[in-house]
Structures are given as structure tokens and as C-alpha cells.
């Protein structure tokens, strides 16, 4: 089983940037994907971003394209996400979950405890 942990939130002023991180350990990951979400209060988990461990293949939402960006570094079993030009409305928890290769989208699990972020106007 894979454990994940998500660290790098904090407050920031709308325009700044941040940079998140999901250390992951436990089983061999070359068969997950990992992927990064956000709840913010009052609404529903949104998917941003997911990339596959062993080729780094990533996708990522529409609605934060060109502001977010998806890496991971295999040395230090650990994903990113890179969030600039941050917005009020971005803020929320954000969390990381992993799901094997191949599956869908609800397949993710083994959930993170989260990270605040939180953009001041």
C-alpha cells in the first residue's frame, strides 16, 4: 500500500506562487499514478493534476492550464505541484491521492491528510 503525505501550503498573496509537495512511501510506485486535488469549503474535491510515476506523463485541468504545473522526482519519491499566478478562489485544502495504472478516476485513494492554502486578495 502506498502512504502519502502533502506539505508546501500556506498563506500567500494573490499573484504569488507556491509549490506543493506529495512525498509518497510504501510499495514500489512504478505502477500508480498520483494525482493532486483541492476542496475548497462548501464545494466538492476538484481533480487538478495527475501524473504517472514511471514515465511522468501528466495531465492537468483546463481551468488551471498554464498556471499549474505536475513533476515528480523519483529520487526523493515525491510529486509537485507548481501553482502560479494564485487566485483568492484557489484556496482550499489541497490533498494528494494515488490510483493504479489503467484505472479511473474514482479509483484514487490512499488520501493525504491535505494542505491549506489559503490567497489573500
Known amino acids: 500500500q502506498v502512504q502519502v503525505t502533502e506539505s508546501g501550503g500556506r498563506l500567500v498573496q494573490a499573484g504569488g506562487s507556491l509549490r506543493l509537495s506529495c512525498a509518497a512511501s510504501g510499495r514500489t510506485l512504478a505502477m500508480y499514478v498520483i494525482g493532486w486535488f483541492r476542496q475548497a469549503p462548501g464545494k466538492d474535491r476538484e481533480f487538478l493534476a495527475a501524473?504517472?510515476?514511471?514515465?511522468?506523463?501528466?495531465a492537468i485541468e483546463d481551468f488551471v492550464k498554464g498556471r499549474f504545473t505536475i513533476s515528480r522526482d523519483n529520487a526523493k519519491n515525491t510529486v509537485y505541484l507548481q501553482m502560479n499566478s494564485l487566485k483568492p478562489e484557489d484556496t482550499a485544502v489541497y490533498y494528494c491521492?494515488?490510483?493504479?495504472?489503467?484505472?479511473?478516476?474514482?479509483?484514487?485513494?490512499?488520501w493525504g491528510p491535505g494542505t491549506q492554502v489559503t490567497v489573500s486578495s
Open positions: 501524473i504517472t510515476w514511471s514515465e511522468g506523463r501528466s
Open positions: 491521492a494515488v490510483k493504479p495504472r489503467g484505472s479511473t478516476r474514482a479509483d484514487f485513494g490512499s
